[in-house]
């Protein structure tokens, strides 16, 4: 299995050296197989998280409509009388099945490459909902709110923004069919898409691993929690592009270093992915 994560080839090092190029291939494989693995086990994480997602909201709305959002996890998922928040709520966590379901497949090159139409209608419909359900988070958080306070508000916001700029750029390369560029911006699109799957394991590791500390159970605040709500795209984002520099660097050195921080966040994301399903998702369900 091959994904986007996969090595781009050997480079040949600055004074041509063949030796140097040889020596570069095993680094070289294991930075690709560090991100086959961590793509592997965030694939299967966020689809548990879509499972959750589905279980819990398709049957609350086909079955009481907006008011049966009352009884989800949202904190207010069904205002009564507000026709524009109860649409924009059951919206986003409707759509969140396409984004999140959808993410692993159109990084997967097997699909792009054996079905390239659906890869071109998937792409689109994951960047125009990203963007739209975006849009429908920002109204959220700025008339029912979220936990956390001034800052909750203000990182969640931020996402949206990044959301927005990853997707235009990312757009943007592909109409003028610069692939590589493309590919770059479309994965730091997944990787701001995917902050709130982040938030979600990020928060369950540290549960499992600390028990809680720097969290105020009481008011969903504390350092850890401010930490937290930029952390779930800063660390992502940081993570992805020390990947590309190993990927374009000639220096074994920094591709090994690679490999282990990729190797380290899928230990994280494996720990994470498992508490966040035993500890918040199945629980709910
Ligand atoms: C495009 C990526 C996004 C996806 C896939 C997504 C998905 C979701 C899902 C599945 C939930 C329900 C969570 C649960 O049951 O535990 C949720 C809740 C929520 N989302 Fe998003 N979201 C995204 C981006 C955003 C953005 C950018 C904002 C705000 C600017 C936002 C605002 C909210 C709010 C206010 C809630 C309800 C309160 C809460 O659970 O914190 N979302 N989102």
Redesign the pocket.
């Known amino acids: 299995m091959t994904t986007l994560f996969e090595p781009s080839p050997a480079m040949p090092s600055s004074n041509g050296q063949l030796a140097s190029r040889q020596y570069g291939r095993w680094p070289d494989r294991l930075l690709g197989f560090s991100g086959i693995l961590w793509f592997l086990a965030a694939a299967a994480g966020q689809w548990i998280?879509v499972y959750?997602?589905a279980a819990?909201y398709l049957p609350a709305l086909a079955q009481n409509g907006f008011p049966g959002l009352a009884d989800?996890?949202?904190?207010k998922g069904y205002v009564a009388g507000d026709l524009i928040g109860n649409l924009a709520?059951a919206f986003?966590?409707l759509i969140?099945i396409v984004?999140?379901g959808g993410g692993p497949l159109q990084l997967t090159p097997q699909i792009r490459s054996r079905f390239p139409a659906f890869h071109r209608y998937l792409g689109r419909a994951y960047m125009l909902t990203?963007a739209m359900?975006?849009a429908a988070?920002?109204h959220?958080?700025w008339t029912?709110g979220?936990?956390g306070g001034m800052v909750g508000h203000i990182a969640?916001?931020l996402?949206?923004v990044l959301?927005w700029i990853c997707a235009a750029i990312a757009i943007r390369f592909a109409v003028t069919r610069q692939i590589d560029r493309h590919r770059r911006w479309a994965m730091r699109l997944f990787m701001v898409?995917s902050?709130?799957w982040f938030f979600?394991i990020g928060l369950m590791f540290w549960f499992m691993t600390t028990g809680g500390v720097g969290i105020d159970p009481e008011t969903f605040e504390g350092p850890f929690l401010t930490f937290m709500y930029f952390a779930q795209m800063a660390i992502p984002l940081l993570v992805l592009q020390f990947y590309f520099q190993a990927q374009d660097s000639t220096g074994a050195g920094l591709k090994i270093t690679a490999a282990l921080v990729v190797l380290a966040a899928t230990g994280v994301t494996v720990l994470g992915s498992f508490a966040a399903t035993m500890g918040m998702w199945l629980p709910r369900l």
């Open positions: 998280f959750y997602v819990s989800t996890a949202l904190p709520i986003h966590v969140a984004i999140i990203a359900t975006s988070g920002l959220l958080v029912r979220v936990p969640i916001s996402d949206a959301i898409a902050a709130v979600r």
